[in-house]
């Protein structure tokens, strides 16, 4: 769907290039993120006996499900088990734009969680489980596959919260909670926003407990997408083998090409680098959307470049929202799979005219950088682009059959006349 006009473009006096070299992660040497590693029961039960539903409720009778849980995989353990390691806790709770915004989203709903029932999903080291304590809540159960679930069980040991916080050791489609929920909470967005698979947890989490018109938090998130035009990272990694030390290596470039151009790219990149207004290739409701609309997600998209310039690819960052269910997106914008924030305005935390309305935390490239930055899909070769020339095709993220964690990326774009397929796999 083609971007509103109402959107602050940031793109103050002119249109210059970012001439400071921006460091490169190639999707090799990516750290492996999300807080939900190592449990080495590959149905995630407990491991130790330690961490367990409170015996306080555990007489209350199961609450029945709808379906047998997924089945976890050697993918999925391999999954967990990279999330014992601290340093990837490490990271996410130094992003000070991601774990401020979710505390500050936690107190401005401490009315709805005070004296609340609360779900952590994929705790981690349990931060957010603690906000939510220290907001008020009546009890708090902190869910994590990973076995840094036994550090957090420690850290609510030692903020005297064990009364209140109970981690329980396994994947959200295995541990049992014996009662209903009044909130849930996670912190689920991979790389791409829907990179590792992980909203499905959310669901099945909402699905087995959450009561009517209970809270998701965040409750909506959108996924955005944009051409970029990027000289200084293609040159500093193909053109560089033009002269090497005055030796004509071009027979490397492409080889090169296909090296660092053959996987997405998560780096940061400046709102210089965008080339048109952003687009909405998914939108999602944490209330209403199923496990199976994220089997794969196609959308179309057409774009008009603002300038004359190289284009080196597409560009995807994503925003999530922090609502009442009564205060939801309106009902046409949700319909149409676009969210009324817009993707372009200045800092981590955005709100609209209402302060009374939502919390944002934004991975836009005119946002803060976050450790999420964004993700590029760079073509092996740029095609030159006129000012005003439209850019359109399709768009379709699919969940890997070699593994659902991975994310199957296809592109199909028209430019020019000319038309383009691009096919890679986020690992």
């Known amino acids: 769907m083609q971007s509103g006009g109402d959107y602050t473009n940031g ?24 807080s939900r590693g190592g449990a080495r029961d590959p149905r995630g039960g407990l ?10 409720i555990s007489e209350q009778k199961p609450l029945e499900t709808q379906e047998s849980p997924p089945p976890c995989t050697d993918f999925d353990v391999a999954y967990f088990h990279s999330y014992a390691h601290v340093g990837i806790h490490e990271e996410m709770i130094k992003d000070r734009a991601r774990t401020e915004t979710y505390r500050e989203a936690i107190m401005q709903h401490q009315s709805l969680i005070q004296g609340k029932v609360v779900v952590d999903v994929g705790c981690g080291t349990g931060i957010l489980s603690i906000f939510c304590a220290q907001a008020g809540a009546k009890r708090v159960y902190a869910v994590d596959a990973s076995d840094i679930a036994v550090q957090a069980n420690e850290v609510v040991k030692a903020n005297g919260l064990s009364d209140k916080v109970i981690v329980l050791h396994g994947r959200v489609e295995d541990v049992e909670i014996d009662e209903e929920v009044d909130v849930i909470i ?16 959310v669901i099945t989490a909402r699905d087995r407990w959450l009561k009517p018109g209970g809270l998701i938090l965040p409750s909506h998130a959108s996924l955005y997408m944009a051409p970029i035009s990027h000289p200084d990272r293609y040159s500093h990694s193909i053109d560089f083998w033009r002269n090497v030390y005055g030796i004509d290596m071009s027979a490397m470039m492409q080889l090169a090409k296909q090296c660092a151009f053959e996987e997405p790219s998560v780096e940061s990149i400046s709102g210089e680098t965008v080339l048109t207004w952003p687009e909405v290739v998914k939108h999602i409701d944490c209330q ?12 179309r998209y057409k774009f008009k470049s603002m300038m004359r310039a190289p284009m080196h690819g597409f560009a995807f960052w994503f925003d999530v929202e922090f609502s009442e269910p009564a205060k939801n997106t309106n009902a046409t914008s949700v319909a149409n799979g676009s969210s009324s924030i817009s993707p372009f305005t200045e800092g981590n935390q955005k709100k609209r005219s209402n302060p009374n309305d939502a919390l944002v935390l934004s991975t836009s490239p005119e946002a803060p950088p976050t450790h999420w930055q964004q993700t590029i899909v760079y073509f092996y070769d740029p095609i030159d682009v006129e000012q005003d020339q439209v850019i359109e095709g399709s768009v379709t993220l699919s ?23 691009k096919e890679s796999v986020m690992r």
């Open 11 to 34: 793109f103050h006096g002119g249109l210059q290039r970012d001439e400071k070299q921006v460091p490169v992660l190639s999707s090799l040497g990516r750290a492996k993120r999300r």
């Open 47 to 56: 491991t130790n006996g330690e961490l367990r539903v409170s015996d306080q």
């Open 186 to 201: 996670s912190e689920w967005m991979g790389y791409m926003l829907l990179y590792e698979s992980m909203l499905g947890s």
């Open 288 to 299: 209403t959307i199923k496990i199976q609309e994220l089997d794969s997600v196609t959308a």
């Open 399 to 421: 969940q890997s059959k070699e593994n659902r964690r991975f994310m199957n990326i296809h592109l199909e774009y028209t430019s020019a006349g000319r038309s383009f397929v």
